[in-house]
């Protein structure tokens, strides 16, 4: 059983609630369950007017849009919120005449929200039909900033994920049992009314391996010779998981610095509660048992991380052949630089190999995150800092880029 409990403000909330007052369409892109459904209806409650939702994976939904020209004319006055949009990609094209012919009208703002949880398929769509009427707002699980510090305890957030759900159940069993349903029903259903025919249980088993590997870099050829499917299949798995923004691949730094690097994507599975149960880790104590257990601190602090940057930053990771490294590089506007190392120690140490890594990339801010309490000094250029804290400067960072 689910605990309910009051809602946690989402930090996506106020830029979805800015720019429905700039586009008439906003696209909210989610995994499913991760709360898009409920930040939407919030959104809808503080504008103060009519709003309607439709279900597009209900029959009533589908139903009510048989000829969605005529019945979505007759709300031009609401904000229509249209959820698992990708259901019915003609619509795109309908939207786009209901927004040019209500421009004509002055209603130039907030008229569609748009909600998605395959993000390649739904950008394209949109992107090609709406351009310049829509704006596009990614919706994580839950972060660590959203979440008050007493609903936190004992690394819940990190040990049973961001999905509410799972995070908001009543104990450990609870959520567990809410994440292996959770991907059960991607891979049995969810997957499957997307159009891709893969056999669950091999899908599962490439999920898995991600698990195991997390934060490695992709090695095709060895995961294709386990699962006894070719390199290419492999490709189609991994960025199938990416879309369904289940995965993140983390790219290589691709600048040339004169060295020998690594050219092959970091995959992570993003959700560090649906990585345990893959791999059937209940508790704390079964995660921090486990090998996995630094790898997976170190994709739920970059998700968090990536999360805080400010819109246009980009995400790196840098590795040398003669091993030198950096977990993290947040290229954000403003040519700042920040070389980020994660460690899931509470005695941090930044390595040779960082450092030459770091004046490698021209790095203007140097961290090493762990998962301590105090912020301190490793050398004059090396900060240790708790990740939360990280995350808060990341964010000012975001702040005062878009103040300028």
């Known amino acids: 059983m689910v605990r ?240 369904l923004l289940l995965v993140r691949q983390l790219r290589p730094w691709s600048r040339n610095v004169g060295k020998r690097l690594v050219r092959s994507p970091k995959a992570y599975i993003r959700d560090s509660g649906i990585a345990h149960a893959l791999l059937g880790l209940r508790t704390r104590d079964d995660v921090l048992a486990h090998p996995v257990a630094g790898p997976s601190w170190e994709g739920y602090a970059i998700e968090n991380l990536c999360a805080a940057a400010p819109r246009g930053a980009e995400a790196w990771f840098f590795r040398t052949s003669a091993g030198a490294e950096i977990d993290l590089i947040l290229q954000v506007p403003g040519a700042r630089v920040f070389a980020i190392e994660i460690k899931r120690s509470l005695a941090p140490g930044r390595s040779k190999g960082f450092d030459i890594a770091s004046d490698d990339v021209g790095a203007t801010h140097r961290y090493v995150v762990y998962p301590g309490s105090e912020t301190f000094a490793l050398d004059r250029r090396t900060t240790a800092i708790p990740l939360g804290a990280l995350v808060t400067v990341v964010g000012e960072t975001a702040q005062s880029h878009r103040s300028r």
Not at 51 to 79: K, M
Not at 175 to 204: C, H, K, M, N
Request: no cysteine.
């Open 4 to 243: 309910r409990s009051p809602l946690i403000a989402r930090s996506a909330q106020p830029r979805v609630e800015a720019l429905l007052r700039q586009f008439p369409a906003i696209a909210l892109l989610g995994p499913r369950q991760a709360g898009k459904t409920t930040l939407a209806q919030a959104v809808a409650r503080m504008r103060g007017r009519a709003a309607v939702y439709l279900d597009l994976e209900t029959p009533s939904g589908l139903a009510r849009l048989a000829d969605p020209e005529h019945y979505l004319a007759s709300l031009e006055g609401a904000l229509v919120i249209l959820d698992e949009i990708h259901r019915l990609p003609g619509l795109f094209q309908v939207l786009r005449g209901l927004i040019d012919r209500g421009r004509t009208k002055g209603r130039r703002a907030g008229r569609f929200l748009v909600l998605g949880s395959a993000s390649i398929d739904l950008l394209r769509q949109s992107s090609e039909t709406l351009a310049g009427r829509i704006a596009h707002v990614e919706l994580t699980p839950l972060l660590e900033r959203e979440v008050p510090p007493q609903r936190a305890k004992g690394e819940s957030l990190w040990v049973r994920g961001g999905f509410p759900e799972s995070f908001l159940a009543a104990n450990d069993a609870a959520s567990f049992e809410w994440r292996q349903a959770f991907v059960r029903t991607y891979l049995e259903r969810d997957i499957p009314q997307l159009g891709p025919r893969i056999p669950a249980e091999t899908l599962r088993r490439f999920w898995t391996m991600l698990a195991h590997e997390q934060g490695q870099t992709v090695n095709h050829a060895r995961i294709a010779a386990g699962l006894g499917v070719s390199g290419q299949t492999v490709t189609r798995y991994l960025d199938l998981l990416t879309d």
